[in-house]
């Protein structure tokens, strides 16, 4: 079956600029977590949603950052006035329920780049 | 607080053989949840394995197996007859056994297999 899917797979964008990070999870997951992942870094938590709420948003950076996911499937992490320091992959995963021994099952990420 | 340490940044050995890849963890918890995830060159994470604060047990899968130590709260993974394939960034990863907690992953460590 399909997996996670994330699109873009790389985004450019210039320094200030708004963007938007789209995340498609496996059918079915009802949980869904945004991570972040500099080079030569493990992923960071971001922001975890159990259905449409964000059960969990303690690892946004700041107020820049926000994550919806109107329907409990498809999520958006958007990034306003784009910094260089948040040049990283962005990657989402999914798993089929919130318990904690629930794999979490990744994405190919998003490869943000602010010049 | 919940830590990851994986000391060996990068492992280099050549074609079929083993190598151990160290994983050490903080935790208060009591009960709690370690993983392993492989992340080849494409960029995916891939879950290898989970396992329970309670389940002390060793587990083979083929060429893999994990050794779990509570005592020394160790959690280390060994490849045996290495291949090429196996060539990635591999991370060790620890989960709260309560509320909406989110995956603390380590910062990897990269193998590379030589032919």
């Known amino acids: 079956g399909a997996g996670v899917s994330q699109t873009p797979s790389n985004k450019v964008t210039e320094k200030g600029k708004y963007v938007e990070l789209r995340c498609d999870p496996i059918?079915?997951?009802?949980?869904l977590y945004w991570y972040r992942q500099s080079l030569g870094q493990g992923p960071e938590f971001l922001i975890y949603f159990q259905g449409t709420g964000a059960a969990d948003d303690s690892g946004l950076p700041n107020d820049r950052f926000f994550a919806v996911r109107p329907e409990g499937s498809v999520s958006t992490l958007k990034i306003q006035r784009t910094e260089r320091g948040d040049s990283a992959v962005y990657l989402c995963?999914?798993?089929?329920?919130?318990?904690?021994?629930?794999?979490?099952?990744f994405g190919n990420g998003t490869r943000l780049t602010v010049t | 607080a919940q830590k990851v340490t994986q000391a060996q940044t990068e492992i280099s050995v050549v074609e079929k053989e083993d190598v151990t890849l160290d994983c050490v963890y903080e935790?208060?918890?009591?009960?709690?949840?370690l993983f392993w995830y492989k992340q080849p060159p494409s960029g995916e994470l891939v879950f290898l394995i989970r396992r329970n604060s309670f389940d002390e047990q060793n587990e083979i899968s083929g060429r893999y197996s994990w050794n779990f130590q509570k005592s020394t709260s160790s959690f280390n993974f060994t490849i045996t007859a290495s291949q090429v394939v196996d060539s990635a960034v591999y991370f060790c990863?620890?989960?709260?056994?309560?509320?909406?907690?989110?995956?603390?992953f380590g910062k990897g460590t990269r193998l590379s297999v030589i032919a």
């Open positions: 935790t208060r918890d009591t009960t709690y949840y």
């Open positions: 059918s079915g997951h009802t949980a």
């Open positions: 990863a620890l989960r709260r056994n309560s509320g909406n907690t989110p995956l603390v």
């Open positions: 995963a999914s798993s089929l329920t919130r318990a904690t021994n629930s794999p979490l099952h």
